[in-house]
């Protein structure tokens, strides 16, 4: 006997879903590269692009969104929130050391993971034939973006000035 249950969400639900969690992405990003600026420029703009392609996704689920008259159900009000790895685990906002740095990075790679299976899930689950080309794109965009963190956290080490 299978027992395995689909799961189909309604459009606005999977919408929901993906926006809000890409503009969480987002905030992530942007407090990385903000962390990283006085240590490492380069992992700076490295997380601040990776915030950027994240507008770029945003904009894609508002366009579909507006394409399947579902743009009420996109939520545009900005979250500003510290991450939870800040809030718990840090008493500095910047990255004050080597240590540091690998740490962040390793809950960057942790989030760009959990994110890509996050997006997997959406795109497994959708029913929506409107939705299924930004979904898609997310998923591949996403597996990028963990594979460059991962890359990023393997090879990093501070720059002395």
């Known amino acids: 006997m ?13 919408l929901d879903l ?12 942007r407090w990385l590269a ?6 490492d420029p380069s ?9 950027l392609e994240c507008v770029h996704r945003l904009s894609s689920l508002q366009k579909a969104a507006l394409q399947i008259g579902l743009s009420a ?5 900005p979250t500003w929130e510290l991450p939870r790895f800040y809030k718990n685990n840090s008493r500095h906002f910047f990255v004050v050391d080597e240590r540091m ?4 990075l390793e809950h960057a790679e942790e989030a ?6 996050f997006f997997n899930w959406l795109l497994e689950t959708n029913a929506t034939p409107e939705l299924y080309r930004p979904l898609w794109n997310c998923v591949n965009q996403k597996n ?13 080490k501070v720059q002395i000035f």
């Open 43 to 51: 992992v700076s703009r490295l997380m601040s692009s990776i915030g």
């Open 73 to 77: 159900c996109i939520n545009n009000s």
């Open 112 to 117: 760009a993971y959990e994110t890509y299976v």
């Open 18 to 29: 993906a926006y809000s969690h890409e503009s969480i992405e987002l905030n992530r990003y």
């Open 101 to 104: 740095g690998h740490h962040l």
């Open 144 to 156: 990028n973006e963990l594979n460059i963190i991962k890359e990023c956290r393997e090879n990093w």
């Open 2 to 14: 299978n027992k395995q249950v689909a799961h189909n969400f309604l459009p606005q639900e999977q």
């Open 34 to 39: 903000l962390s990283f600026l006085p240590i």
